[in-house]
């Protein structure tokens, strides 16, 4: 694996344990301070800077890390991220209709989704050696 798929993977695998970690705090303790939520986006913001960093510090392995299997795979990543929208949108909305879920945890529970859909799905590429 080159230093930019690597850094690639240790992001998106970062994001998906933290956004699955305020999932299960949330719904553990009810609730969840503003402050982790800012770590999430911070842990996004630092991925994709790393990656930056890797891409400059190494510039040979930036054409092999975009061959068209991990084009694909972003792009596989991008539509899967679509669709868990997409279904959480529904599904939510009708647990907010007829169940006692509250509207601030259905969208809460959506962002996380959205912030963390795509990179679950690139780590998994990753580790079946498709990204």
């Known amino acids: 694996m080159n230093p930019l798929a690597a850094t ?3 992001a998106n695998l970062m994001v998906a344990a933290f956004g699955i970690g305020l ?3 949330y719904v553990t303790r009810g609730g969840i301070s503003a ?3 800012l770590w999430l986006g911070g842990f996004a913001i630092l991925g994709g800077v790393t990656q930056f960093a890797a891409s ?3 510039p040979h392995s930036i054409q092999p890390a975009w061959d068209e299997m991990a084009v694909a795979s972003h792009r596989g990543a991008y539509q899967f991220g679509y669709w868990c929208a997409v279904l959480a949108f529904w599904m939510l909305f009708f ?3 007829y169940f006692e879920m509250s509207l601030e945890a259905a969208l809460f529970s959506l ?3 959205l912030i963390c859909a795509p990179s679950i799905w690139m780590a ?3 580790l079946r050696e498709r990204a």
Do not use: K, P, S
Request: aromatic share 10%; proline share 0%; hydrophobic share 70%.
């Open 124 to 126: 998994i590429a990753t």
């Open 8 to 10: 690639r993977f240790a």
């Open 35 to 37: 402050d982790l939520v």
């Open 95 to 97: 647990l907010t209709q």
């Open 111 to 113: 962002g996380v989704l």
């Open 23 to 25: 999932l299960v705090i």
């Open 56 to 58: 400059i510090l190494f």
